[in-house]
């Protein structure tokens, strides 16, 4: 149990262009998603923690209108970079908590995804 | 925010040694989690302990916790070559885990 999908795996996309991840809970219900995005060898950032039905709360140095989070339903959310450039090149992970569960504190992390912005 | 910041930065062990990990981290904590990565994938999650317990197990995994401190460590008994990755302690303290740099670990047959 407790599996949590990401799509698309990977992607490559010119720059200028805006790309959305999507990030599904594929056996619970997540009452609250994180996306991550992390950089080669480096640990994972936090960049933002939306919860199902609310705006995200997006961390300091993080730009809300270029990282577009979604939760619309218990089960999906999206992350949209928009007008990506190369700097955005990066591996960004979801993960998932039911914080209406007996294991609240656990999260539930995606595959990821690359993004290759050219 | 805080961060679990993980000693060594990386490891190399023979296979059926044990790896031994610390993290330290900065202010009062619910809990700790411990994270395994295997090179470009997403985090498995290995273990939680909680502010009150001291020690934890499972499997060939050991962990221990010490508030006082401030610091925890994670023993990997019996390494395999398996276990290579990069482990990541996150201190939770807002339902939010702010992960360190990890260790790399790496486990030579």
């Known amino acids: 149990g407790a599996v949590v999908s990401q799509h698309p795996s990977w992607v490559i996309c010119k720059s200028g262009t805006s790309v959305k991840i999507e990030c599904r809970s594929l056996?619970?219900?997540?009452?609250?998603m994180f996306w991550y995005r992390q950089f080669p060898k480096q640990s994972l950032m936090l960049m933002a923690t939306?919860?199902?039905?609310?705006?995200?709360?997006?961390e300091q140095g993080v730009e809300k209108d270029k990282f577009l989070i979604n939760h619309a339903s218990l089960t999906l959310s999206t992350l949209t970079v928009t007008s990506a450039h190369p700097e955005d090149s990066s591996f960004y992970i979801c993960?998932?908590?039911?914080?209406?569960?007996?294991?609240?504190?656990?999260?539930?992390f995606g595959p990821g995804t690359r993004l290759t912005v050219l | 925010s805080q961060q679990g910041e993980e000693d060594p930065q990386a490891l190399s062990i023979q296979e059926g040694e044990n790896a031994t990990m610390n993290c330290s981290y900065k202010?009062?904590?619910?809990?700790l989690q411990w994270y395994r990565q295997n090179s470009g994938r997403g985090l498995v999650h290995l273990i939680l302990?909680?502010?009150?317990?001291r020690e934890k197990h499972s499997g060939r995994l050991r962990v221990t916790l010490d508030t006082s401190k401030k610091s925890s460590s994670l023993l990997i008994t019996a390494s395999r070559a398996a276990d290579t990755a990069s482990y990541f302690c996150?201190?939770?303290?807002?339902?939010?885990?702010?992960f360190g740099t990890g260790t790399r670990l790496q486990v030579f047959p």
């Open positions: 302990i909680r502010s009150n317990e």
């Open positions: 993960s998932a908590s039911d914080r209406d569960a007996e294991s609240y504190n656990e999260q539930f």
């Open positions: 202010t009062s904590i619910n809990n």
């Open positions: 939306s919860n199902e039905g609310s705006k995200a709360t997006y």
């Open positions: 996150a201190p939770d303290e807002t339902d939010k885990l702010i």
């Open positions: 056996d619970f219900q997540a009452t609250t």
